[in-house]
């Protein structure tokens, strides 16, 4: 029999729109990458490095629980943008269209369900 929880030990519920926005991520660390290397391999380093190294280190305030670099919110939602852009740009440049059209009803469903943070990290003050 497993111990119970305590109130402290309990995990955050998992939230649909933070689902859509970590499979919308990941299709953009994939496609975004591929699509530029063609172009320079070093334009898909960069790729990367901006794509999962920016949203790493900048975050606004109240939303995540560790700050490396504190932003206003807009900032927060311009890097949610970039990377839905990202995966659907990627997605559409390398994959064929049976591919890239469920990531652009996935970057459609995230921009949706996004949008009750988004009003809230654009209230927020740093």
């Not at 309990?10 to 496609?31: H, K």
């Amino acid at each position: 029999m497993a111990a119970p929880r305590s109130a402290d030990s309990a995990a955050a519920p998992v939230r649909l729109p933070d689902v859509l926005r970590f499979l919308t991520e990941i299709v953009a660390w994939v496609a975004a990458p591929w699509a530029l290397a063609g172009v320079s391999p070093w334009l898909s380093a960069v790729a990367l490095l901006v794509l999962i190294g920016l949203p790493a280190v900048l975050a606004t305030p109240g939303d995540k629980t560790q700050v490396l670099v504190p932003v206003p919110g807009y900032v927060t939602v311009g890097l949610v943008l970039l990377e839905l852009a990202a995966a659907v740009a990627g997605a559409w440049a390398v994959w064929p269209a049976w591919a890239a059209v469920p990531v652009t009803v996935l970057a459609a469903a995230c921009l949706v369900t996004e949008q009750p943070r988004w009003r809230r990290l654009l209230a927020t003050r740093p």
